[in-house]
C-alpha cells in the first residue's frame, strides 16, 4: 500500500500569516482540493499541519512535526514517514496543500519509490514517492541542521510531466491564487 501526506503546515507568510491550507479556490478551501485528488489515489491519508485544519479532513490523521516543530516541510516530511511506515506502508507520497492541480494517475506514474516529479525543467522535490526507508536519511538532515528537501541521498528517479498541464504550479502568491481562480474558472 501507498500512503499519501498532504503538507499544510507551512505559515502562509506571503498571504499575511493566514492558514494556507485553508485558502479558497473555487469555493473551497486549497486542503479540500488536495484531498480529493490524492484520496483515491493511495491507500491512507494524512495531514502534516495543525489541529486547526481537523474539521476540513474529517477522519484524516493531523501529523504533529514534533521534535523539529517550525523546520520546515522536512520535518513535516518525516513525520509523515514514520506514520507510514506504522501503518504498514510500502512507500509514501508528499504532495504540498498548494499544489491542487497534479494528476489524477500521479502516484501510479511515481511507481515504484524513489522518484520525483519533474515538469517544465524543474525538479518538485516535495511531489515525490519515497521510500519509508528515507526516513533514517531524513531525521539525520534535520538533526544535523539541514532543513531543504532533496532526495539525492535516496537515489530516485525523476518522472517527467508535460510541462503543458502546468501539473505542480503553486499558489504562493495572492496573484497565483487569483492565477489559479481563473484556471479553474469559478467552478468549484
Known amino acids: 500500500m501507498i ?15 493566514v492558514e494556507k491550507a485553508l485558502l479558497r479556490l473555487g469555493g473551497r478551501p486549497l486542503i479540500a482540493h488536495v484531498v480529493a485528488r490524492l484520496a483515491p489515489q493511495v491507500g491512507a491519508l ?24 517550525g523546520r520546515g516541510p522536512l520535518a513535516g516530511l518525516l513525520a509523515g514517514l514514520e506514520w507510514a511506515a506504522s501503518i504498514g506502508a510500502e512507500a509514501m507520497l508528499s504532495m504540498p496543500v498548494d499544489t491542487p492541480f497534479f494528476p489524477d494517475d500521479l502516484v501510479s506514474r511515481l511507481a515504484p519509490a524513489p522518484s520525483v516529479a519533474v515538469c517544465g525543467g524543474r525538479v518538485h522535490h516535495l ?16 538533526e544535523g541542521g539541514g532543513g531543504a528537501v532533496a532526495l539525492a541521498g535516496v537515489g530516485c528517479r525523476e518522472v517527467g510531466f508535460a510541462a503543458a498541464g502546468d501539473w505542480f504550479a503553486n499558489i504562493n502568491t495572492p496573484e497565483a491564487l487569483a492565477a489559479a481562480e481563473r484556471r479553474l474558472g469559478g467552478a468549484v
Open 3 to 17: 500512503a499519501g501526506l498532504v503538507l499544510a503546515g507551512g505559515s502562509g507568510r506571503r498571504f499575511g500569516g
Open 46 to 69: 494524512a495531514i502534516s499541519g495543525r489541529g486547526v485544519l481537523a474539521p476540513y479532513v474529517p477522519g484524516l490523521p493531523i501529523l504533529d512535526d514534533g521534535a523539529f516543530a
Open 127 to 142: 511531489v515525490a514517492l519515497w521510500p519509508l526507508a528515507a526516513a533514517a536519511a531524513v531525521r539525520a538532515r534535520l
